[in-house]
Nanobody, 113 residues
């Protein structure tokens, strides 16, 4: 069964850091592209980063603060989030380029003083 499981979210103060993880089932882990998205309350889901086997691209609003990485042996992608801002508060999801219609439950990130 295709599955994505995100973890690592939590509550932090502005300026803090968190590292998210997303483990995918082997059937949908894309060795070409895995992506992170987020959805803030009352807003549409938006793309955050895409991690390929060669490079990582970021949305402008996280570039320089977030770092994406992957462990293909573990079918896992990571999102290291630094210098967090209140605007980063959202549920974060990962997504597979091989199975773009499959979503996990997400992990909640709350940035608040």
């Amino acid at each position: 069964q295709a599955q994505l499981v995100e973890s690592g979210g939590g509550s932090v103060q502005p300026g803090g850091s968190l590292t998210l993880s997303c483990r995918a089932s082997r059937s949908i882990f894309s060795e070409s592209a895995m992506a992170w998205y987020r959805q803030a309350p009352g807003k549409q889901r938006e793309w955050v980063a895409i991690i390929t086997d060669r490079t990582t691209h970021y949305a402008d609003f996280v570039r320089g603060r977030f770092i994406g990485s992957r462990d293909d042996a573990e079918n896992t992608v990571y999102l290291q989030m630094n210098s967090l801002e209140s605007e980063d508060t959202a549920v974060y999801y990962c997504n597979s380029g091989a199975e773009p219609n499959t979503w996990g439950q997400g992990t909640q990130v709350t940035v608040s003083s």
